[in-house]
């Protein structure tokens, strides 16, 4: 009975212990691309990469799934915004892996705020290559409200206020009859409470109160929108306020 025993503690060390530091190396390495990723955005997907070597060595590592997703999808949604000729192409492939590892960490950890939230914000980049109608056709939109949801009961300030934003984005880009433009203005409204500088808030505040005949009110919100420093939303509001 020892000797098995021996055998038993002899081969944890032989091989669970290498692969915990080497799952801590690759997390190490992924959150240094990542901290890049706002000057060389390519270095979100590079960053993916490493979440994903570490979830391979610790399958259990919820920490490593939500980084994953997180990082797909910002490699994503920059492409969007810088508008690369391949963004389409890079939103549904990095849209799609962050909604795999979205949907890894979710298994993990239910009630976790970050992987709800990334899940639901890949769905999104996914949508905006393949189109909405596309989305809901593969039956999305009752899994991405659900982590929305989710997200926003667990800490809704979480990510800057990104599961209340993303609730008021949710319910306005969906079609008829399934758009609920009030429940749009709620959650936006109460996005614009905590952070009326955000000028992607006051970008989709706007186009809602558009529908909304709340024209007025939505000008002030692209004005504003269009001095911003963020160049995409900036564009975004001059576009919108030239379709008035």
């Known amino acids: 009975m020892k000797r098995v025993s021996t055998i038993m503690v002899f081969l944890c060390v032989l091989f669970v ?19 890049k990723g706002k000057v060389s955005y390519e270095s979100y997907k590079q960053s993916g990469d490493m979440f994903v070597k570490a979830l391979e060595a610790n399958p259990a590592s919820y920490e490593a799934a939500w980084k994953a997703a997180r990082s797909y999808r910002e490699f994503a949604n920059e492409s969007k915004k810088r508008n690369t000729p391949d963004w389409k192409a890079v939103c549904k492939e990095y849209g799609k892996l962050g909604m795999k590892y979205g949907e890894k960490a979710i298994a993990l950890n239910g009630n976790g705020v970050e992987g709800n939230c990334w899940y639901g914000f890949s769905v999104g980049n996914y949508s905006d290559s393949v189109s909405v109608l596309t989305a809901l056709k593969e039956g999305l939109k009752d899994k991405t409200q659900s982590s929305f949801e989710k997200a926003y009961q667990v800490n809704k300030m979480y990510y800057d206020g990104g599961p209340i934003k993303a609730l008021g984005r949710f319910w306005f880009v969906l079609p008829w009859p399934l758009q609920d433009k009030k429940l749009s203005l709620q959650y936006l409204r109460e996005f614009q409470k905590s952070f009326p500088n955000d ?25 504003k929108a269009s001095t911003s420093g963020d160049k995409y939303y900036a564009g975004e509001a001059k576009r919108l306020m030239a379709e008035m």
């Open 199 to 223: 000028p992607e808030g006051q970008v989709f505040l706007a186009e809602t109160l558009m529908k909304t005949d709340g024209e007025d009110e939505a000008k002030a919100l692209l004005q």
């Open 17 to 35: 212990l290498p692969m915990a530091l080497l799952a801590e190396d690759f997390m190490a390495q992924g959150n240094a691309l990542y901290d």
